[in-house]
Structure formats: structure tokens, C-alpha cells
């Protein structure tokens, strides 16, 4: 179900995350634009009271190796943040990855709370740690952390780490139960890897 759906752009929710226990927790990551539609999706129906994205707003436009596409980054940045702030999601937090512009970004939002590299949320009695590359060192050690949330590359995937669950936002949109921690795993639309030229694994990624 999770496959065909995808193939529309559409999630598929289980019956176990229609009866999740809230507040609710999404984390996503590395988003290029054939994604948005999905990402709407997800926000509007499951109404989640945090969603976290841990960078590269637009992953199809590789800022990073060619600035001159600023202009149409800026445009799409505005774009997406304004349908996204208009969801029922709740509290927006977005990390800069390396192919984005954390200026554009603030000056884009309304009401998304943009966080440095390396921060600590503090969200529903949880501790979560958040980056676009994977460095735990670089949110000072995980080991108060409940949640460590990065993107960038396929690897590593989502894994534990002593008493912290790390969660790799380009493998799955991961929604997170805050009561249970009970975790819900999304796959992105068919083909969003492709567009992301994760297969190509090109350097500058």
C-alpha cells in the first residue's frame, strides 16, 4: 500500500498510526519539490504538534554547487514554507543543510523557527538533538538525548545509540509517538531518491 500510494504522491497511514497517542513528532529531511505534495499531505493529516526538518529544503536545486540558481531556490523556498506553515502542523523547526541559505529561510517564514547545527529541542519532555550532517559530536554528545534527528546521506539509517534513537530523515519521514516513543515509519514517494541523485551518490551531495 505504502508503494502505490506513493506512486501518487499520497501516505498511507496504518491503523496503529491512526490511533497514535499524542502530541506527535514528524521529522523529515532533504526534500526536493516532486516531495512537497506529499509532505502537505502528511501535515494535514496527521496534524502533528512539532515537525522537524533537518535540511536541504529544496534538494533538487544543489545550492551548493550552483549558487547562480539562488533566485529560483528563494522562490521555491517561499513557496513551500507557505504551504507548509498553512497545515495544522504545529511548532516548525528547520536546520539548515548545506544546500541552503539560512537567511532565505528566516526571512521566508512566518512562523518556522530556523535552529543552528548542533541544537537541542526541548519538545513535550523530550530532549532531541538535531543536524543536517551526522555529527554527534556536534550537538555536544548524545548522551542526554532521547532523539537525535540528521540528514544529508543515505548512511547512516536510523539506528540506536546507547540510550538515543538516531533517525535518518532521508530513509523514511519518521513520526514519533512522544507518550510511547513509538516509532512510524514513512516512505517517501516513489522516485524521491532519484530526484534527490542519491543513486548517482554525485560528489557535493
Known amino acids: 500500500m505504502h508503494t502505490l500510494l506513493g506512486l501518487v504522491n499520497r501516505p498511507y497511514l496504518s491503523s496503529a498510526l491512526a490511533r497514535a497517542k499524542r502530541p506527535l513528532i514528524v521529522h523529515i529531511s532533504d526534500t526536493p519539490r516532486m516531495s512537497y505534495r506529499f509532505v502537505y499531505r502528511v501535515a494535514r493529516l496527521l496534524r502533528p504538534e512539532y515537525l522537524i526538518h533537518t535540511g536541504d529544503i529544496v534538494d533538487d536545486i544543489k545550492l551548493e554547487n550552483r549558487p547562480g540558481e539562488i533566485d529560483a531556490y528563494r522562490n521555491v523556498v517561499a513557496g513551500f514554507l507557505s504551504r507548509l506553515e498553512a497545515t495544522p502542523a504545529g511548532a516548525i523547526y528547520l536546520v539548515p543543510g548545506n544546500h541552503d541559505v539560512r537567511a532565505i529561510l528566516e526571512s521566508s517564514s512566518r512562523r518556522a523557527v530556523t535552529v543552528p547545527e548542533g541544537a537541542r529541542l526541548h519538545l513535550a519532555g523530550l530532549n532531541i538533538s538535531v543536524s543536517h550532517h551526522y555529527d ?70
Open 136 to 205: 554527534p559530536t556536534a550537538t555536544g554528545g548524545l548522551a542526554d538525548s532521547d532523539f537525535y534527528l540528521y540528514g544529508h546521506t543515505p548512511s547512516p539509517d536510523h539506528h540506536r545509540q546507547d540510550n538515543t534513537q538516531c533517525l535518518n530523515g532521508i530513509s523514511t519521514v519518521t513520526v514519533i509517538e512522544v507518550p510511547s516513543r513509538r516509532l512510524h515509519m514513512l516512505p517517501y514517494p516513489a522516485g524521491t531518491d532519484s530526484v534527490r541523485k542519491l543513486l548517482l551518490l554525485k560528489p557535493g551531495l
